[in-house]
């Protein structure tokens, strides 16, 4: 059973930086496709990114230069560092992943290619 849990999120002031972190259980973690979304209040999901197998990653033009993503293979964490927050960063932050496939990842940042989610972890940003 796939098992995804986020941890890590807070309330910092603009301009702070978070870690976020999701443990992952019940399947390859290294040969997952992986990404990260978030929801701000009376928004939609969105991407933040994602990790491929390979360990290439994708972002958001929101997050670009700001947001990485990363992974310990031998703990199965994946984690999203945010730096330089801006209060419109705020919101419950998802992990997510696929279900194993022979023809590799898609998309990683459409959400409706995920299959498995965690239950968020709330992070807000103050101005």
């Known amino acids: 059973q796939v098992q995804l849990v986020e941890s890590g999120g807070g309330s910092v002031q603009a301009g702070g930086s978070l870690k976020l972190s999701c443990t992952a259980s019940g399947f390859t973690f290294n040969s997952g496709c992986m990404a990260w979304f978030r929801q701000a209040p009376s928004k939609e999901r969105e991407a933040v990114g994602g990790i491929y197998p390979s360990g290439s990653r994708t972002y958001a033009d929101s997050v670009q230069g700001r947001f990485t993503i990363s992974r310990d293979g031998a703990k199965s964490i994946l984690y999203l560092q945010m730096d330089s927050l801006k209060p419109e960063d705020t919101g419950t932050y998802y992990c997510?992943?696929?279900?194993?496939?022979?023809?590799?990842?898609?998309?990683?940042?459409?959400?409706?290619?995920?299959?498995?989610w965690g239950k968020g972890t709330l992070v807000t940003i103050s101005s």
């Open positions: 997510a992943a696929q279900r194993p496939s022979e023809l590799g990842c898609s998309s990683l940042l459409r959400p409706q290619n995920m299959d498995y």
